[in-house]
């Protein structure tokens, strides 16, 4: 197919990098009802949706907005730590409620965080089906590629089997 090459990079630029069917076209010059097939035809979008709300990419938000509010935790208790060598009471104790309400959201978004990462993780049971349908499938599509496979298949299954200990 003539295309093979820009449906590629279409799918690239739509999935990882999240750009609509009107700023690809003109950088593969295919029409956007060309692009609106192989989005509609390859299940571009739920697998755009599936990248974008994966625990990995929420874990990483979460761990920014806890960063976040570590930073203004910080600068808090520096403001704090001034009200009270000006015996500025009114002030430090607004800035002690400022430094409750932090103290609360970090809380919260660490138990969030926590959650997550449990129910996130995947048996080592499961992971192993999961490889295996991969590696098949890699031999009925390339037998050649699968061969040269083999001793990273060995290697990955045995990492993976050790770090679940």
């Not at 076209?25 to 755009?48: M, Y």
Request: positive net charge.
């Amino acid at each position: 197919m003539a295309k093979d090459k820009e449906k590629k990079l279409a799918h690239i630029l739509f999935v990882e990098q999240g750009k609509d069917a009107c700023e690809i076209s003109p950088l593969i010059k295919v029409s956007e009802v060309t692009l609106s097939k192989w989005v509609r035809d390859g299940g571009w979008k739920a697998e755009r949706d599936a990248r974008n709300s994966s625990p990995h990419l929420s874990i990483g938000n979460i761990k920014k907005i806890m960063g976040s509010l570590g930073e203004d935790r910080l600068r808090l208790t520096k403001d704090l730590r001034l009200a009270e060598a000006n015996i500025d009471t009114e002030g430090a104790t607004e800035i002690r409620k400022q430094i409750s309400r932090v103290d609360d959201a970090i809380s919260k978004w660490n138990k969030a965080l926590v959650t997550m990462d449990k129910e996130s993780r995947v048996s080592l049971s499961g992971y192993l089906w999961v490889m295996e349908e991969i590696f098949q499938a890699m031999r009925g599509f390339n037998l050649d590629l699968y061969m040269k496979s083999l001793d990273f298949q060995e290697e990955h299954i045995q990492y993976m089997c050790k770090s679940q200990r």
